[in-house]
T-cell receptor
Framework: GQSLEQPSEVTAVEGAIVQINCTYQ??????LSWYQQHDGGAPTFLSY????GLEETGRFSSFLSRSDSYGYLLLQELQMKDSASYFC????????????FGSGTQLTVLP | DAGVIQSPRHEVTEMGQEVTLRCKPI?????LFWYRQTMMRGLELLIY????????DSGMPEDRFSAKMPNASFSTLKIQPSEPRDSAVYFC????????????FGEGSWLTVV
């Protein structure tokens, strides 16, 4: 099976940088994804890492260390609209899209 | 392009009634997923289909739940009989095998069983 650990809540101020960590235990591993979900909305894809290292997409970056079973999402130049839940998710070997989600991190951005 | 379309968006039903949730995936996508989200259990994968064939239904909680995908553009998730503990948001999602590693979620069906 798979299990993921991420902080339940993070608070930061506008313009700051915040890092949301995710550690995982899986019987097989294909990649680590990050999704954003605003209250009452659909989860939306942010990033995906299959290989070690940093992937950058605008203000958001994601990092993966397969040897440490660890990844993080880095959000820079925080904006109020970034207040949302952020989920890490793992794909078991052989299926990049059959995702198991973490419990989510509620990010609150303060003015 | 239209995204994943789910109906109904909200449903309130009485315990014991049958509930049918519907999903239209993004045109051209060949994988479809049903997820359930609750405060206690988070986002759980219930079942997924590839090319209309159920691949893994190990997440379906019990026999009261069933899912079908009669064609590439339509899927249903049925709960019969419904119970209060089934109250949750049910998300349908789709993706393209061989494409990017993105799955696209619908807006969800908010189910309340009283």
């Amino acid at each position: 099976g798979q299990s993921l650990e991420q902080p339940s809540e993070v608070t930061a101020v506008e313009g700051a940088i915040v890092q949301i960590n995710c550690t995982y235990q899986t019987s097989g591993f294909y990649g680590l994804s990050w999704y954003q979900q605003h209250d009452g909305g659909a989860p939306t894809f942010l990033s995906y890492n299959a290989l070690d290292g940093l992937e950058e997409t605008g203000r958001f970056s994601s990092f993966l260390s397969r040897s440490d079973s660890y990844g993080y999402l880095l959000l820079q130049e925080l904006q109020m609209k970034d207040s949302a839940s952020y989920f890490c998710a793992v794909s078991p070997s052989g299926s990049a899209r059959q995702l198991t989600f973490g419990s989510g991190t509620q990010l609150t951005v303060l003015p | 392009d239209a995204g994943v379309i789910q109906s109904p968006r909200h449903e309130v039903t009485e315990m014991g009634q049958e509930v049918t949730l519907r999903c239209k995936p993004i045109s051209g996508h060949n994988s479809l997923f049903w997820y359930r989200q609750t405060m206690m259990r988070g986002l759980e994968l219930l079942i997924y289909f590839n090319n209309n064939v159920p691949i893994d239904d190990s997440g379906m909680p019990e026999d009261r739940f069933s899912a079908k995908m009669p064609n590439a553009s339509f899927s249903t998730l049925k709960i019969q009989p419904s119970e209060p503990r089934d109250s949750a948001v049910y998300f349908c999602a789709s993706s393209l095998v061989g494409g990017s590693n993105t799955i696209y979620f619908g807006e969800g069906s908010w189910l309340t069983v009283v």
